[in-house]
Structures are given as structure tokens and as C-alpha cells.
């Protein structure tokens, strides 16, 4: 069975979109929800109780969207650094050595 | 002619006139009660938990956790309690017969007429009335916290709490409200249980819930009306501030994405318990009392983490359907469907494949990430607004945070008495 993957929505403000489009990357992102750009990373099942335990105010919303949430802005826009230095969104792995 | 509420019992408005009030508070020992307390005063005294017109004594909270019922028959789920300490009890000279005064912020708000003091024990209440005893269920640690010895006994305000801006229209208690809805000519009324800002899901569950009550009506007039029945009450980090909540709600209809004619914005005073299925029965008991007749419960209502199923709350609802007076209104989950090109709902749209489903906590993210959503999905007049609170009422953020606890103007106060 495959193993179960969860995102993480880095939503793109102005500011995101910029870095992406000097970094070549604008075409990463995904369309959602009428209009707006996302990049999804994705978690495991232990990267995902990383996250949980390692950040509090973070939120899986298991009833809904099956994502998790409310990482702090600065949380992600460190997962958006990484991705832009990558230039790819499987990076959870290196983003979580540092915690 | 009485109006009559949950249970077939008249709603009874428990308040005493200034003058009297004062001559009957000489002497009374005083007990300050914390927010909670204060908050359940209110709902007692005003009748929005009629027939109850008082803190539960031993006999109803046994029926209501091994029956859900009152000793008077009527369907009741959660038990409404008053906890002092031992030392409280003989400090303050508590027992049958007793009248003592509550007071909040240190002014005199309410006179209670001790019928009761007794024991519980608080394992069994949780079993009964959560389904589980874990003390990381809210309702479960809030029950725990409760101190150890509970006061049965009628209330009757002392003075009518001044509700502070911007709270003040959105005070609506049962028999105004009953008023309210005869003066527009409702003869249906749904109701919407809501402790968070609106996207368009919870938009599109109102209105389709409005279709739903309309049925067979006559549509020469508006005969149905939405009522937003925001639970304010106490907050967690994260949450959404309450001055957004109900501010924000209502900008629906100013924004006119519903008409005068057919939504209104209220509040009640409550903690939630997050009883899940005891909760939409104790909703059920409080909207029948502000005069509904219809009730919205989508999936999981009032629910938290996985300790209930999606429908575990329409099912036990069923079981008491015959004894309430409020017809359930059962919503399916609103989602984006970026092939239909509109939010559409899970039993209408086939695109099953290309479904964008979205939740409070995902705008959330959205908003904290920066980001203007578009409007079919959050309201730009909604958007605003929450960012103008999080300014005004918020410390400069829109959600619940340390300062805001500490610092944010009470949605109620208790003046000196004159």
C-alpha cells in the first residue's frame, strides 16, 4: 500500500512570487481554490508528527483538507527558502535535519 | 400569552426591578464568580436554558447524564453546574435554604437561592456526557477543573449586564429575539452554530439550509430567515478574536450576500464543552428557546479531534426527535470545484476528481501566509473586516494571542450597583 502523504500549503504572496520568478521557478506552483498559487510539500507519517510536536501551533485537519496547517509564516517561508534553493518541492527531509 | 420554549415550558425572564433588587441583596454573603459562572447567569436568568432557571441540583444532573433528561421529562444533555470548594462552602455559609449573592468583577450581578449542596463524581459525568474520561477532551478537562462540591439553586439577576461594544446589537436573549423574528415575518427560522469568521463554505451552508427550511412555503414574501447564533465564550490561542467572529458575520448581509429580509447575527454566552453529539442536543434545547424552528448540523458538529463519528450527532438527535421542538437541517460539506467553476456541494457535484475542499483552518493559513483569497472562496468585504479587527479589538493580529487574553475589553461588565 502506498504510504500516506500529507501537504503543507506554502500559499504565494506577492513577495514569494517574486523569489520564484527571479529563481526561474514560477512555474512550480499549483492553481487552487479559484486563483491561487500554492506550492504543496508533502510529509510522512513520522515527518508529519515532526512537524506537529516540533511546532505547537501547527494543526492537521484531519476532517477537511487532510493537510497540516497554521505552521508559523516564518516556518514556511524557511520551507519556501529551501524549496527555492532545491528548485524542488521534496525537500522535507533536509528541512527537518535542522530540528 | 407566554411564550413557551424547550420542554413545553414558558420562557421566564428572572430579573429583578433596581429598587427591589437592591433591598434584597442587604445582607447577603457575597461570592465572586469567575466568567464561566457569570456567563451561565446570564443564560438562566434571561430563559435561554429554559425550563431550567437555575444551577442543577443532584437529582437532574444524575437524569441528565444517565437519561438526558431533567427530573421534569424535558431532553437536557449537559449538565449546568455551580462548583465551589469545601472551604467556600462553609466560608461563605453555603446550604439549603441559603440565599447568597454573585457578584462579578466584584459588582452584585445575581442572587442565588441555595436548594442543594452535593458531591459528584466527575469520571462517571465524563464517561456520561463525552464518551470518554481522557483528560486531554476539553470538555473532559474542563470538568476535572471544576472544584469539588456543586450548588443547586435558582438565579435571579440583580442588575442586567451592560453589553460592551461591539458586542451590544448582537445581544438578542429568547424573548426579544422571539419578537425580532415576528416583526420580520419569519415563520421559519434555521439556525447557524458558529464560533468562526465565514468562507464561502459556511455561506453556502447557510443558504442551502435556507432552501432546505423553505420547502413548500409561499414565496409572495421571505418567510425564512437565517439566524447566525455565534457561541462566544471562552477562547484559545489561534482561534479567531470574537470581535472578528460576530463583526464579520454579520457583514455578510450588510455586504449583501444575504438580504435584510432574510439573515440576522446574534450571540450567546457559552463555553463550548465540544460534547460533539450532547452538544447538538443542548443546541437543539438553546435555539428552540430563542425561538427557531430549524436547526443546521453538518458533519461531526461541535465535535473535536476524533472522538466522534461524522454522524454520531444527527443519529442521537434522531433518538430524541419527537420530544423537541426544532426539525434538524442536515448539511452536506461545501467545496470548490474548479471544473464547475463555483462551490458546489459533495451530493450535487460529480467531479469528484478535481474537488477542492477547504477549511476554516486552511483560510486561516491562507491569511497568516499573506494572502488576499479570492472571493469565491473568502469574501473581500469578510477579508477586510478581519484585518480591521485584528487592528481595533485584536493587539494587530485577527486571532487570539497572549496580549488579546489579557487585555481585550470584556464582552459584558457588571456595573457598581446605584
Redesign the interface.
Known sequence: MAEEKYPI?????E?RFAKLENAGLGEMCEE?????KVLRVYANDAQKDKILKTFP?A?F?????K?I?????KV?DLIFDKIVEKSSVDIMDAFLQAY | MAEIGHGGKPIVERILAPAEAAAKIKGLKAIEIRAQIANEVIDLAYGYFTPLQGFMGKADVDAVCEKMHLTDGSVWSIPILFDLTADEVKNYGVAPGVSVLLTYGGNPMAIMEVEEVFDYDKKAMCQAVFGTTEEKHPGCARTYGYKDKFVGGKITLVQKPVINDPYTPYFIPPLEMRKRFADKGWKRIVAHQTRNVPHTGHEWLMKGAFFQSYAELPIDKHYVGVLVNAIIGAKRKGDYIDEAIILTQDQLRKSGYFSDDTHMTSLTLWDMRYAGPREAVFHAALRTNLGLTHHMYGRDHAGVGTYYGAYDAHNLLATVQDEINITPVYSENWLFCPHCGEITSEGLCGHKNEWQKFSGTLIRSIVEDGVKPPRLIFRPEVFDLTLECGEKYGFGSPFVTDTYLEKRVPVFSIPPMK
Open positions: 500549503n506554502i500559499w504565494i504572496n513577495e487552487m481554490l479559484a486563483g491561487l501551533t494543526k485537519d484531519s476532517a477537511t483538507t493537510s496547517e497554521l505552521l508559523p509564516r514556511k
